[in-house]
């Protein structure tokens, strides 16, 4: 079975509208788990060559010329998804994304509930992925 070819990343262009005074996004991205986007789900996130291609041009993208970025995802951001983050306990929580020349390291946490009331949700060590920066793979380390 062929396998797809990559896609390169094309940052979406940003357009003014003089009319209204406000700038918009044009062009569609396809976003296979960026880093700025919140990942929350039942277990690690997959991704296809094309994709796995498309994530590693855009964390190459966003590094720019820097030697080192940081994307973190605090826990208090699943508040943009639900009032009780407490109700995913037992999900992955993309916690923190480091990009630097070395490659792209994403630190995944499991979602708990604390046992004292109130009861809120608390972040434990899942796993950690690393990506070079060739796209070939990934290797997943899984914290104790």
Partial sequence: MPTPAPQPFIPPRIESDSSSGTLELAGTIHQPFLPEALYLGPGIPTRNSAELQAFVNHCRYILGQRSNRIINHSITDLHEITPAPAVFAGHLWRYRIVINVDGILEDYRIIART??????A???HAFTVYYDWNASGYTVNIDE
Avoid: M
């Fill in 122 to 124: 608390a972040l434990q």
């Fill in 115 to 120: 046992t004292n009331l109130p009861v809120i």
